[in-house]
């Protein structure tokens, strides 16, 4: 089974602050994602790497940046951590098209006071 | 823009009941897929649908991809509380590596 996990469940920062989530995929994947997750808003794509250090940004990427340097690994950065960027944030990767089935993380909710 | 909208929204039903969540678009996509997400999991993939007109069965789920290849729909029959959670319907352009999500319907079956 693939399995995506994610460093944390949760997560309590404060403003300001550079906040790292990592991602890791046992699968040998090309693409992985970063999504958040809001009540009403569903799931917004912030951005997706389709290869080592290649990245695209998705609908939501303001705020935010990636950084994939190995294979199995992709990381989100808050640069300075906002209040409405308190969310879910779930990873997920998948084969290289774009039919191919996404395998999510359990996810990580970020809390920023 | 969301290109894929979901209805209903919420769905709050009692065991034995049937339903149907439907997934819309505008947009032609190459295949649809669906997933389940239970509280404080990611969401897990029940079924990818590809030829329009297309009828998928899980049990006693059913999915159908339009005949245009714009809509889907998911048909629970005889519902059970296990089947409470968030379903999410997710397009695949024909381009590109990502999938166009719709907000999703929560569904809550009691016993």
């Known amino acids: 089974d693939v399995k995506v996990t994610q460093s944390s469940r949760y997560l309590v920062k404060r403003t300001g602050e550079k906040v790292f989530?990592?991602?890791?995929?046992?699968m040998d994947h090309e693409n992985m994602f970063w999504y958040r997750q809001d009540?009403?808003?569903?799931?917004?794509?912030?951005?997706?790497?389709?290869?080592?250090?290649?990245?695209?940004?998705?609908?939501?990427?303001?705020?935010?940046?990636v950084s994939r340097e190995k294979k199995e690994?992709?990381?989100?950065?808050?640069?300075?951590?906002?209040t409405n960027q308190t969310s879910m944030y779930l990873c997920a990767s998948a084969?290289?098209?774009?039919n191919q089935p996404q395998h999510f993380g359990d996810g990580t909710r970020l809390s920023i006071l | 823009t969301q290109l894929l909208e979901q209805s209903p929204q919420f769905l709050s039903i009692q065991e034995g009941e049937n339903l149907t969540v439907y997934c819309n678009s505008s947009s032609v996509f190459s295949s649809l897929q669906w997933y389940r997400q239970e509280p404080g999991e990611g969401p897990v993939l029940l079924v990818t649908v590809v030829t329009g007109g297309e009828v998928k069965k899980l049990k006693r789920l059913t999915f159908q991809f339009g005949d245009a290849r714009k809509d889907s729909s998911l048909h629970i029959t005889a519902a059970q509380p296990g089947d409470t959670g968030l379903y999410l319907c997710a397009g695949a352009r024909n381009s590109g590596?990502?999938?166009?999500?719709?907000?999703?319907?929560?569904?809550?079956v009691t016993p």
Do not use: H, W
């Open chain 1, 95 to 98: 084969r290289r098209f774009s």
């Open chain 1, 73 to 82: 690994r992709f990381s989100l950065i808050l640069e300075s951590a906002s």
């Open chain 2, 97 to 108: 590596y990502a999938l166009n999500f719709g907000k999703g319907t929560s569904l809550l």
């Open chain 1, 39 to 65: 009540p009403g808003l569903g799931l917004r794509l912030i951005y997706f790497s389709y290869d080592v250090k290649m990245k695209e940004k998705g609908d939501i990427p303001e705020g935010y940046s």
């Open chain 1, 21 to 26: 989530l990592e991602c890791v995929q046992d």
